[in-house]
């Protein structure tokens, strides 16, 4: 019987043999002794010279090139993941953006990726103004995103908001937040969310807002949603937005959104940047993807910084159990500075009766890692969501 055709048209049959020798030369490269570590919330990767046999199997060019051994790190999950596999996703986008390195192979626990050379924007400008010529380049790659078809990408999970659909994708987010990020930590974190004010139905106001209006239906489009300074590698030439494994189908606006708030711009920046992102997508063709955007992306902003205080109290907090002797007054002092900054800027969207200040914010971590979910758990992971099948119903 012949092999079933493969799924992307250039993607070639892998005979065992070969794929066998391709495992074995990738499980070496993956225990280099002298591999670069770069760790991430949701990935650890390891950065190695690219042998020439492997090349040879993998078809590409050895020449000074290096791979990037990729494994998931157990983590807070705290952000949807519409497909399951980013390698699928990797497929179709690095052929459309021929910058974004493609993955190799996916052995299941691990995946072997291409390198992108460079440096992270968070190393080479860790904060403050970015400059016109950056914020040009990543308005044209949103725009740039914009353009790969929808019938190339992945299926979406059944119930997935149909294009145009705004309100309802907002719907979506805001129900994947209260359901599968709040509730299921809500036990464990329970006595630190109430101390520092964020009470159960935070979420469930916010969604009956009266202050945020029905959204302006949209075309939808291949969206990254977690553009920030880390996930940007630039040199001399180009710049390239890697980690795709958050990547989703949706409202272009939530991307914009989310890119201005993970990049902490300062204000005229981030003025400036949804004025070149607009035009960015008028010059494509996608000005109806920009309809609605004065009165709709304060929402999404409001709703980024509303779902970000659950990761960002909860990292912080887990951060803590991350030490064998346990945290001392200056990691107490970061992760108290931590939590007062993602309630100052979640305090307007929530409607929070008031923020506290850093002396309350310690005490509340303090007790909650002297109690039964503290130092006496295991770190790393607060509750693993998995991939949503379909709408959270709330």
Partial sequence: M????????????????????????????????????????????????????????????????????????????????????????LTVVSRRLKEVPRCFRDFGDWSLHSYRAGKALCEVQPDGPVGEAMMRSLA???????????????????????????????????????????????????????????HSDVMTAFRADPDHRRLTPRPFGLLHTDVHRGNIVVDRRHVAVIDWELAMYGDPLHDLATHLVRMEYEKDEQTRMQELWAEAMDRAGHRDMTEGMAADLPVYLDFEYAQSVFPDIMRAALDLTASAGGPDDADYALASARVCRALRRAAEPLKLAEVPDARVAERALRDWYAGPFGRSAPSGCASRTGTPTGPPRG
């Fill in 2 to 89: 012949p092999s079933p055709p493969p799924r992307f048209p250039h993607e070639a049959p892998k005979s065992g043999r070969r794929e066998s020798w391709i495992r074995r030369l990738a499980d070496s490269h993956r225990d280099h002794p002298d591999r670069e570590v770069v760790a991430g919330h949701h990935n650890i990767n390891y950065v190695v010279p690219l042998s020439w046999p492997l090349a040879v199997l993998l078809i590409t060019m050895p020449f000074r090139a290096r791979v990037k051994c990729r494994m998931p790190r157990e983590a807070v999950e705290v952000v949807p993941r519409i497909w399951p596999s980013e390698t699928e996703l």
């Fill in 140 to 198: 044209e790659f949103f725009a740039r995103a914009a353009d790969v078809p929808e019938k190339e990408l992945p299926p979406r999970p059944d119930g997935w908001p149909e294009p145009g659909r705004s309100q309802e994708f907002l719907d979506w987010l805001i129900g994947f937040t209260e359901n599968q990020v709040h509730r299921p930590n809500r036990r464990r974190f329970e006595g630190l969310f109430g101390a520092v004010g964020i």
